[in-house]
């Protein structure tokens, strides 16, 4: 019950998070907070891939991490981790999902106007190694364009599987794209546990025996919101520096076909559908609706 009641608590304080982290922003750089030790320009030309699962091992220095949230944005819980972030002058790189992004357009602009890096994780969060080509790069393409739309400016060719699942066509694909792929180092399994502080336990023993990495979070959690005030604060006490990911040049986003179901007028979160007719560049005759 303690739990809960802080975790209300908190979320009840949020309304007050994106003032605060504006504030915080504009006081930046400041003594005794965590900040940006380096900024990294990636060229993502021919999709070049970065985390353990592909990437270069040496691309992180000893003490170097990369903060990354995946799933959202959701309006209390990013917000709350914007104002944190805020707070400790630092940086991530927000991995959107197409469907959260066109339901909270204004999250997305604070995101970019905080300046964080904004990249994608398909449109309704589909595992990608299931779906036809086509709808594959629909999930692709429609996540770009929406976040961008939603950003209100060209966003990073920077996209995470869900999942973590890809195949040889995606790869193939996003290498096409010149849009860079990025998979984890450190997974705070924060989906699972639900838990701030057992989040933070399990990043810092993560990084104690890695001691560099690529973190996976996921800021539509609450209790992720709650974790990350705490986790900024013992990465700063521990000495490890933050990385803030950008690309060289922003997105070249394709116009596609759009459709909405018909009864509701939005996107069904996580309905699979398959493309019944392609037009002869391989794109679905029509935007199929799920």
């Known amino acids: 019950m303690r739990f809960i009641g802080r975790l ?15 504030q915080a922003h504009q006081a930046c750089p400041a ?6 030790a380096r900024a990294v320009d990636i060229d993502t030309t021919g999709g070049p ?14 003490g170097e991490v990369v903060l990354t949230f995946d799933d959202g944005p959701a309006t209390a ?12 002058c630092t940086r991530a790189t927000f991995f959107v999902v197409g469907e959260m992004a066109a339901a909270h357009p204004e999250v997305v602009r604070e995101i970019a106007l905080q300046g964080h890096t904004i990249g994608t994780h398909t449109w309704s969060h589909a595992n990608l190694r299931r779906l036809s080509e086509a709808s594959m790069k629909v999930q692709i393409e429609a996540a770009f364009t929406e976040a961008e739309k939603a950003a209100g400016e060209p966003i990073a060719p920077f996209f995470r599987f869900p999942y973590l699942s890809g195949t040889h066509a995606t790869d193939a694909y996003l290498k096409s794209r010149d849009i860079a792929q ?5 997974d705070s ?15 810092m023993a993560q990084l104690e025996a890695h001691g560099r990495g690529i973190i996976l979070m996921h800021d539509i959690h609450a209790s992720t919101a709650l974790a990350v005030p705490t986790l900024l604060a013992r990465l700063r006490e521990k000495g490890f520096k933050v ?18 179901d018909r009864t509701t007028g939005v996107y069904q979160r996580r309905r699979p559908f398959q493309a019944k007719t392609q037009q002869a560049d391989g794109w679905p005759a029509k935007w199929p609706p799920w």
């Open 77 to 88: 819980s990013t917000r709350a981790i914007l104002a944190a972030l805020a707070s400790e």
């Open 243 to 260: 990385v803030h990911l950008r690309p060289t040049v922003s997105l070249r986003a394709l116009v596609v076909p759009q459709g909405r």
């Open 182 to 186: 990025f998979s984890i180092d450190i």
């Open 8 to 22: 209300c608590f908190a979320l009840f304080s949020i309304g007050a998070a994106a003032p605060l982290a504006a």
């Open 49 to 62: 891939r970065f985390g353990s699962q592909h990437g270069d091992p040496g691309f992180l220095a000893s």
């Open 31 to 36: 003594p005794n907070t965590l900040g940006v």
């Open 189 to 203: 399994l924060d989906w699972r546990t639900r838990d701030p502080q057992s989040v933070v336990r399990r990043v």
